[in-house]
């Protein structure tokens, strides 16, 4: 049963207070109702409607609305939202049952209805009982009810064990009471869209027909007692059973805790296990002593991480790149900068880039780069130091540029078909379905849900709902991890073909110290000629180790070769070779040395002195040992650090441009 009051205006609203019914059964066991609904309106309202329910057998008859004891007139239009004369009302049939709407006009006030009616076919005659089970408050209102009250009152007098009376549900706060010809029901705080039901059984005896009845031959009382009886026990084990898992908490917390983690570990251990987990690839070398492939350093940490998303330290090694190639030219200069508010100059490392004669075509990932360059650098030399306020005075240009580069790393990570991402079908997988019935269940399990007297089975979903949607969660912060759902090719670790790697005779680009202090440009001795063995370190990747703060090997670096015969050697790896790798073959008697530190070291052979050993050693017959330049580091550039120039040494912190050794 519901009723709503037909307003005009959105902001306007009203309240239930209270609610009373008053119930006669009559003598042919018809039931006459009259409803006493209270209203407090906030604003103006013009009408109100009650749709009344009816099953299958049920009719209503002689309805009526009154107020204050005086009653409306019929014939007034029954449309939802139809106006009409004050004090009039009209009736429609609906589907499954009656509407009635009345009209008034209230203001902000309270008032109070009356809607009266008579229901036939309600009350079921049985052969030893009369059952009469009627809702008093129906559950399509959408406004809470303060305070119900619903009276019902029989013919005569009923006494004996078939005289029994049951309020429903149990989740409402309420009680229950008879006498012998009167039973009350009073409930407070109904919550919205909650019916009241009132059941009545009494002896057939005290009806003196059954017109106004359905009639049904069988003996009811005993099934409508077990009836009662099953649902007061269900609600005492529901209870019983949230009170067990009070009173045992730190087991229910644990049994929580593995039901919201342990499905999502399952599923992420068996994703790792064989979707991520990296594969077994028979490599058997311990040092490398040379780079395994001539990628472009911007495709170098995506390949690490598994993830195409690159950033500022990607482009920048790009740069340094170019300038290894050629394309810019570098100088070691320092710059003046004040700090402590301009109390104190000091002087720090830097660079001076400017474009050189070359204008080779570079790749989709170096051209943004050089856009951005040569835009700096369009008006002659600049200091790296100076690049972000260059850059930034173009910002728009720029942040074009590097959107491009970013698109340009992740086309050619794509194009390369690296990574296997199987496994994140199956975190998918997984985790829409958890996701899903988590919030189905937390969904119906809130809307059931009893505050005054929850059911165990309500408890259960909204707990388990909670569960499968911190599943989905851990699935969802775990797959941030491509580690764990990614797997590198096996084509991505081997290294490229020998017909794609750099030629071996081009020359390559490195910064040293000048005689006088300053720096230039140079050019590395070309690796043609039989000093250098087929497996040597490809030209281009090598720079000149000094021990000016240009270059900060923060390794130490190989300083000295040692000699078998007339040829001197060392290699670049971390360690000594291990047994039966290439180096420690027979012809090849390249020995490991520990690598000294760069930076004060007077033994540090210089370049000319490098170049005459390579000399050497392209003399020595039968040799096939490749020698390596003395305190050279790669030119894999990590980062701008910050320095200042002492003499020799370099402070840390500062900017300068950090060399990481082999």
Request: include cysteine; glycine fraction near 8%.
């Amino acid at each position: 049963m519901s009723l709503a009051a037909a307003g005009e205006a959105a902001a306007k609203s009203f309240s239930l207070p209270q609610a009373s019914v008053a119930i006669a059964v009559e003598p042919d066991g018809s039931l006459s109702v009259e409803e006493h609904i209270t209203f407090a309106f906030d604003g103006s309202f013009s009408g109100a409607y009650r749709d009344i329910p009816l099953r299958q057998g049920e009719a209503i008859q002689d309805v009526f609305v009154a107020e204050e004891g005086a009653r409306y007139s019929p014939g007034a239009s029954a449309e939802l939202g139809s106006s009409g004369s004050p004090g009039t009302f009209g009736t429609a049939q609906i589907e499954g049952g009656l509407r009635i709407v009345w009209h008034y006009g209230a203001f902000s006030e309270v008032r109070t209805f009356t809607v009266g009616y008579r229901l036939v076919g309600v009350a079921v005659a049985y052969d030893d009982v009369v059952d009469v089970n009627l809702k008093v408050w129906g559950d399509e209102w959408e406004q809470s009810l303060g305070q119900l009250t619903a009276v019902l009152l029989l013919p005569t007098s009923a006494t004996g064990p078939s005289y029994r009376v049951w309020g429903h549900p149990v989740s409402v706060r309420g009680d229950v009471t008879r006498t012998a010809q009167q039973v009350e029901l009073r409930a407070v705080r109904v919550p919205s869209h909650q019916f009241v039901e009132l059941r009545v059984v009494f002896p057939r005896s005290v009806l003196s027909s059954t017109e106004g009845t359905q009639v049904r031959h069988e003996e009811a009382l005993d099934r409508i007692v077990a009836e009662e009886r099953a649902d007061a026990a269900s609600y005492e084990r529901d209870q019983e059973k949230i009170r067990n898992a009070l009173d045992h908490l730190p087991l229910t917390i644990l049994v929580l805790l593995a039901a919201a983690l342990l499905p999502a570990l399952c599923v992420l251990a068996a994703t790792y296990w064989f979707f991520g987990r990296e594969r077994k690839l028979g490599y058997d070398r311990e040092y490398e002593q040379e780079p395994p492939s001539e990628l472009e350093p911007a495709l170098v940490p995506p390949l690490l991480r598994q993830s195409s998303a690159v950033g500022s330290f990607e482009f920048t090694a790009t740069l340094f790149d170019l300038i290894r190639k050629g394309r810019y030219e570098a100088e070691q200069v320092t710059t003046d900068r004040s700090v402590w508010a301009g109390l104190r100059h000091e002087e720090i490392a830097d660079l001076e880039l400017s474009k050189a004669n070359g204008d080779d075509e570079v790749s989709a990932v170096e051209g943004p780069v050089t856009k951005v360059i040569d835009a700096i650098l369009a008006t002659g030399p600049e200091r790296l130091s100076n690049f972000r306020e260059r850059i930034e005075e173009d910002r728009a240009a720029n942040s074009t540029r590097f959107k491009a580069f970013k698109a340009a790393v992740a086309d050619a990570v794509r194009d390369r078909r690296w990574f296997a991402s199987d496994g994140l079908k199956l975190m998918l997988g997984a985790g829409l379905p958890f996701a899903v019935a988590g919030a189905l269940m937390l969904w119906t399990g809130v809307e059931r849900f009893e505050s005054f007297a929850p059911r165990w089975g309500d408890v259960l979903l909204i707990a388990f709902g909670v569960c499968l949607l911190v599943n989905a969660a851990v699935l969802l912060i775990a797959g941030r991890n491509v580690a764990l759902w990614r797997r590198r090719r096996p084509g991505a670790a081997a290294p490229p073909p020998p017909s794609r790697r750099r030629s071996a005779g081009k020359p390559s680009v490195a910064i040293s110290p000048t005689s006088h202090g300053s720096t230039s440009p140079r050019r590395l001795p070309s690796s043609s000629g039989s000093a250098y063995s087929s497996t040597g370190s490809p030209s281009g990747s090598l720079n000149a180790c000094s021990r000016e703060p240009i270059c900060t090997c923060p390794r130490s670096c190989t300083t000295r070769a040692r000699s078998t015969g007339s040829a001197r050697a060392a290699t670049w790896g971390r360690g000594p070779p291990r047994s039966g790798s290439a180096t420690s073959a027979p012809g090849s008697e390249a020995l490991w040395l520990p690598r000294r530190a760069a930076r004060g070291d007077s033994a540090a052979v210089s370049p000319a002195a490098v170049e005459a050993e390579g000399a050497a050693v392209a003399e020595a017959p039968g040799r096939a040992i490749r020698p390596v330049e003395d305190g050279l580091c790669s030119t894999r550039t990590s980062r701008i650090l910050g320095g200042r120039a002492q003499g020799s040494r370099q402070s840390p912190g500062k900017q300068a441009v950090q060399t990481l050794c082999a």
